[in-house]
T-cell receptor, first 114, second 116 residues
Framework: DAGVIQSPRHEVTEMGQEVTLRCKPI?????LFWYRQTMMRGLELLIY????????DSGMPEDRFSAKMPNASFSTLKIQPSEPRDSAVYFC????????????FGPGTRLTVT | AQSVAQPEDQVNVAEGNPLTVKCTYS??????LFWYVQYPNRGLQFLLK??????LVKGSYGFEAEFNKSQTSFHLKKPSALVSDSALYFC??????????????FGAGTQVVVTP
């Protein structure tokens, strides 16, 4: 298996622009997670899905952030409009089913908003 | 509510010496505990986990961790550190409840620096 795939790996955009981050989870995994990592706040859970349904979005910082999972093999995290404080590394992770399973992380997308 | 603490921001150790990275947790009921490692510009990689049973868990790259229920700790250890072990290490806890299935609580991370 190729593991969790994220694209793009790097994104540089100007303040006010829309940014879309993409994730392909490991085939057969029921859970998908979006995290944000910064020096100041460490690793933060933004939202997670179970069987394509959002379960907990309490970590989404504000309405500018939205996430979708239209099918079991694809998810997007969108920021509109982007701001410099959104600059971070965004990780996607997936895990199989209910139970004490580990999460498998993608390589991350480094977002820079100027 | 569940939480996890990594009391050290950084651990410095000489190559060949034992390495310990500390983790304590707080959760009601039985925890599931995990260790991850993150190398620069990479995603988190799973090292090992404790579910139940033997308190000493062995994982990847020669790492092991000891679950101590009375001290609510899950410290990561390696008998002989390598320079290539220099990385950021995260402890995480999960708990089986109907509203938190799948959700991990990660610690703040501990930077390990192994000097030659």
């Amino acid at each position: 298996d190729a593991g969790v795939i994220q694209s793009p790996r790097h994104e540089v955009t100007e303040m006010g622009q829309e940014v879309t981050l993409r994730c392909k989870p490991i085939s057969g995994h029921d859970y998908l997670f979006w995290y944000r990592q910064t020096m100041m706040r460490g690793l933060e859970l933004l939202i997670y899905f179970n069987n394509n349904v959002p379960i907990d979005d309490s970590g989404m910082p504000e309405d500018r952030f939205s996430a979708k999972m239209p099918n079991a093999s694809f998810s997007t995290l969108k920021i509109q409009p982007s701001e410099p404080r959104d600059s971070a590394v965004y990780f996607c992770a997936s895990r199989p089913g209910q139970g004490p399973y580990e999460q498998y992380f993608g390589p991350g997308t480094r977002l820079t908003v100027t | 509510a569940q939480s996890v603490a990594q009391p050290e921001d950084q651990v410095n150790v000489a190559e060949g010496n034992p390495l310990t990275v500390k983790c304590t947790y707080s959760v009601s009921g039985n925890p599931y505990l995990f260790w991850y490692v993150q190398y620069p510009n990479r995603g988190l990689q799973f090292l090992l986990k404790y579910i139940t049973g033997d308190n000493l868990v062995k994982g990847s790259y020669g790492f092991e961790a000891e679950f101590n229920k009375s001290q609510t700790s899950f410290h990561l250890k390696k008998p002989s550190a390598l320079v290539s072990d220099s990385a950021l290490y995260f402890c995480a806890v999960s708990h089986m409840t109907t509203d938190s299935w799948g959700k991990f609580q990660f610690g703040a991370g501990t930077q390990v620096v192994v000097t030659p």
